[in-house]
């Protein structure tokens, strides 16, 4: 019985999010057999040290991983896709993109009455300015179960905003207060995907049945976006992307230095994902100079 040897993370998160991914295969292909290989890497043991925004940090969280990769340690492995750098290694493709979760971002508060709201995210953390203008939006760290647990002894801040998806996942779904709409907190390019990486020239015939090609394509619109914009090194960008009919419409957010939003949509035939992100970020950085 050939044997699949699927790497990731060691939250309780990411191991779930694995399990999905390796049920799938399972269900699919009954005469093959999933070992799931945990891996530790900088981002998890120094998260705690971090004050900047993983926006710029994202390679800490799979460097090991994908030296596992590279090192035949492991198949491929399944990652949170807004957690991958948007610049592709061509070496360690995506190799399948599972159904979307719900993308958008919610809220969940403790019993205190105070005007602060939390967030791990920078991209999240500059939309809730705007939206609640008299709170006070402060940075927290850690896994989900860890930023809920201080959420549930502070009293220092009362509201915590995480991905819906995550929390479905972790069967979390009765903590959630408020979900925001796609116009209130554009989410982060890819969020609610999960992607399976592995390595160039491998055969990964068996994840035929993990990728989902309305993801995959709406994927490569928003990812396209962010690269386009440079924004994954130091400026944050949300991107969200549909398709009906064959259509993929995209939509973007561009936050400058100056903390100014810049948005703006762009519809076209899903073939062109790719280049729909790019004219869309174009688009933006023209009128940004303008």
Excluded at 141 to 152: E, F, H, Q
Aim: aromatic content about 6%.
């Amino acid at each position: 019985m050939r044997e699949i040897r699927i790497g990731t993370r060691g939250s309780v998160l990411a191991l779930a999010q694995t399990k999905l991914i390796a049920d799938k295969i399972l269900n699919t292909w009954p005469d093959l057999r999933v070992k799931i290989i945990t891996i530790t890497t900088q981002g998890d043991i120094n998260m705690s040290a971090f004050t900047s925004d993983p926006v710029g940090i994202k390679g800490m969280f799979t460097h090991e991983i994908t030296q596992a990769l590279l090192n035949n340690k492991i198949d491929f492995a399944v990652h949170s896709l807004k957690d991958l750098p948007v610049q592709e290694n061509q070496e360690l493709p995506i190799i399948a993109y599972s159904k979307r979760g719900d993308p958008r971002d919610a809220l969940i508060l403790n019993n205190n009455s105070c005007k602060i709201l939390a967030s791990s995210s920078l991209r999240r953390r500059l939309q809730l300015e705007k939206l609640y203008p008299d709170y006070k939006i402060i940075p927290v760290r850690g896994n989900i179960n860890t930023r809920i647990k201080k959420l549930d002894e502070s009293e220092n801040f009362c509201g915590l905003v995480l991905a819906v998806s995550g929390l479905e996942r972790l069967n979390l779904s009765h903590r959630i207060n408020k979900i925001f709409s796609i116009n209130e907190i554009m989410p982060a390019p890819g969020q609610g995907i999960l992607a399976c990486q592995g390595v160039h020239g491998r055969n990964y015939n068996y994840l035929e049945c993990v990728n989902d090609k309305d993801s995959q394509d709406c994927a490569i619109a928003e990812r396209s976006f962010s690269l386009e914009l440079n924004a994954g090194c130091n400026i944050p960008a949300g991107a969200y992307a549909e398709i009906h009919e064959n259509i993929l419409t995209l939509r973007g957010l561009y936050i400058d230095g100056e903390k100014f939003f810049h948005t703006g949509s762009l519809s076209g035939s899903r073939n062109d994902a790719k280049l729909l992100g790019q004219i869309l970020a174009k688009k933006i950085l023209t009128e940004l100079k303008s």
